[in-house]
Every structure is written in C-alpha cells, then in structure tokens.
Nanobody, 115 residues
Framework: QVQLVESGGGLVQPGGSLRLSCEAS????????MGWYRQAPGKQREVVAT???????RYADSVKGRFTISRDNAKNTVYLQMNSLKPEDTAVYYC?????????WGQGTQVTVSS
C-alpha cells in the first residue's frame, strides 16, 4: 500500500525557515516524480515544486530562490527547504507522487507564517 507522510510544518515568523519532509512507503519511489503542493484557505491547491527521479526540479514563480526541493532515494524521502518565508506562504502543504499514472497524496502539514 502506497503511503506518503508529511512532517515538519508549524508556526514561523516572517523571514524564518522550515524544512518539510515526506516519507514514502509501499514501493521504491526512486524513479518516480514527486512534488509539493499547497492549499491556502479559500484557494485552489497549487504546485510549489516538483522533482523527477533523476533530480530535475521545477518551482512555482512565487517560491523561486526561496524554496528548495530535494530527495533522498535511499530513504524514500523528499524534502522542501523553505527560507525567507512570507505570510502568503501560509497553507497546508501536501506531498505528491505519481506512480504509473496514479496520483498519491499525503495528509498534509500546516505551515503558518505570522508574527
């Protein structure tokens, strides 16, 4: 059974940093694309960053230069390092993986940026 479990969210002041982790289980994820999405209250879920099995990355314009996605295939884990956080980054952050055209989601982790 494929499972994605996020961790690392919390409350942080503007300008601060957080590191999200997404631990995957149920299969070897090393060759599959994975990503981070977020959903703020009253808004649609949006892509934040994605990473291929080979390590190629893409970012939403709103987070370029501030966020970094990475993966440790030995640990079946993908990370999102978030620096210079802004109040508009407040959202529930979801981990995503696509396996054989099937999309899997984690349960989400809340990130709140506020003074």
């Amino acid at each position: 059974q494929v499972q994605l479990v996020e961790s690392g969210g919390g409350l942080v002041q503007p300008g601060g940093s957080l590191r999200l982790s997404c631990e995957a289980s149920g299969t070897d994820f090393s060759i599959y694309p994975m990503g981070w999405y977020r959903q703020a209250p009253g808004k649609q879920r949006e892509v934040v960053a994605t990473i291929t099995g080979g390590g190629s990355t893409r970012y939403a314009d709103s987070v370029k230069g501030r966020f970094t996605i990475s993966r440790d295939n030995a640990k079946n884990t993908v990370y999102l390092q978030m620096n210079s956080l802004k109040p508009e980054d407040t959202a529930v952050y979801y981990c995503n993986a696509v396996l054989h055209l099937v999309t899997y989601w984690g349960q989400g982790t809340q990130v709140t940026v506020s003074s």
